[in-house]
């Protein structure tokens, strides 16, 4: 066990009534799916019930009100009225190289936007308020799924795109490295595959593995850069529902390495940040 924090709200800035009387948060009250530590140390979380931003600091206080995404709302917003799907807030969030700006990518698309399309929404610290520029993602399917985001340049990001099969039913377990500069003029960021997580070259065999190896699961959720052609990959393992590796039995977590078929050219303060 390495430690941890736990996540609290000494100073009463949510306001609706929280499970616990000591103001400890729980699942109940928030529902974080995405994180990232900002320049000063404090981190920046993503949930699914607002979807709000919530800012805490390195002992897991909240340090100021959950910022809502104008416009959206989860079913759980007290505001009512909701236009997005429970459990589709925000999946990915990343700090841009500058620490200047958050980008918050929902999991599931807004009533109205094109089936399959993800609002990627800007975020300004310094103000703690979404800035209202906004970008967007298609999915290959609207049946499929992100998984996380993360920063490679002001205008790149890694994005994790995935079906909802395991095992031998999985056919989209990918990597893309996504371009916010739209050089193709169709209104959504430019992608180009970086890694096919079902067909990845393993000669050597690592870990007894197949020649190619596959990670088959349901929940790939997380993906961050370690050089500039190297990025790694975890699942969360949903023990014991998911069997991705092995029917029947449940899967344990994976951490995986994965080496670029040519270089990131990331900036040079998100390969610092590792």
Same mark, same amino acid.
């Given at each position: 066990m390495l430690?941890?924090?736990?996540?609290t709200?000494?100073?009463?800035?949510?306001?609706?009534?929280?499970t616990?009387? !000591?103001?400890?948060?729980?699942?109940?009250?928030?529902?974080?799916?995405?994180?990232?530590?900002?320049a000063d140390?404090?981190?920046?979380?993503g949930?699914e019930?607002?979807?709000y931003?919530?800012?805490?600091?390195?002992?897991g206080r909240?340090l100021?009100?959950?910022a809502?995404?104008?416009?959206?709302?989860a079913?759980?917003?007290?505001?009512?009225?909701?236009?997005?799907?429970?459990s589709k807030?925000f999946?990915?969030?990343?700090l841009?190289?500058?620490?200047?700006?958050i980008?918050?990518?929902l999991?599931g698309? &807004?009533?109205?936007?094109t089936p399959?399309?993800?609002?990627?929404n800007?975020?300004?610290?310094?103000?703690?308020?979404?800035?209202?520029?906004?970008?967007?993602?298609?999915?290959?399917?609207?049946?499929?799924?992100?998984?996380?985001?993360?920063? &490679?340049?002001?205008n790149?990001l890694?994005i994790?795109?995935?079906?909802?099969?395991?095992g031998?039913?999985?056919?989209?377990?990918?990597?893309?490295?996504? !371009?916010k500069?739209?050089?193709d003029k169709?209104?959504k960021l430019?992608?180009?595959m970086?890694a096919d997580?079902?067909n990845?070259a393993?000669p050597?065999?690592?870990g007894?593995q197949?020649?190619?190896f596959?990670?088959?699961?349901?929940t790939?959720?997380?993906?961050?850069?370690?050089?500039?052609?190297?990025?790694a990959?975890l699942?969360?393992?949903?023990?014991?529902s998911s069997?991705?590796?092995?029917?029947?039995k449940?899967?344990?977590?994976?951490?995986?390495?994965?080496?670029?078929?040519?270089?990131?050219?990331?900036?040079?303060?998100?390969l610092?940040r590792r």
């Open positions: 430690g941890g924090i736990t996540l709200d000494p100073n009463g800035h949510i306001k609706t009534p929280l616990r009387a !000591d103001r400890v948060l729980t699942g109940a009250d928030i529902d974080i799916e995405s994180i990232t530590r900002g140390g404090t981190y920046w979380m949930d019930f607002g979807p931003l919530l800012h805490f600091d390195r002992a909240l100021s009100p959950p809502p995404l104008p416009g959206v709302r079913p759980e917003n007290p505001a009512g009225n909701p236009n997005l799907g429970g807030g999946e990915g969030i990343t841009s190289p500058d620490g200047k700006t980008n918050a990518l999991e698309t &807004v009533a109205g936007d399959g399309t993800l609002r990627l800007e975020f300004d610290i310094a103000s703690n308020s979404f800035t209202g520029t906004k970008w967007l993602y298609q999915l290959e399917s609207p049946n499929f799924a992100i998984g996380d985001a993360i920063a &490679v340049d002001r790149r890694l994790i795109e995935r079906d909802s099969a395991q031998a039913d999985a056919i989209v377990k990918r990597v893309y490295l996504a !371009d500069r739209d050089r169709d209104g430019d992608k180009t970086v997580l079902l990845l393993n050597k065999h690592i007894g197949a020649d190619p596959k990670f088959p699961f349901v790939i959720e997380d993906v961050t850069i370690l050089d500039d052609r190297t990025i990959v699942n969360d393992n949903n023990f014991p069997s991705g590796r092995t029917p029947g449940p899967d344990n977590n994976e951490f995986i390495t994965i080496r670029l078929g040519q270089n990131l050219h990331a900036d040079p303060r998100v610092r």
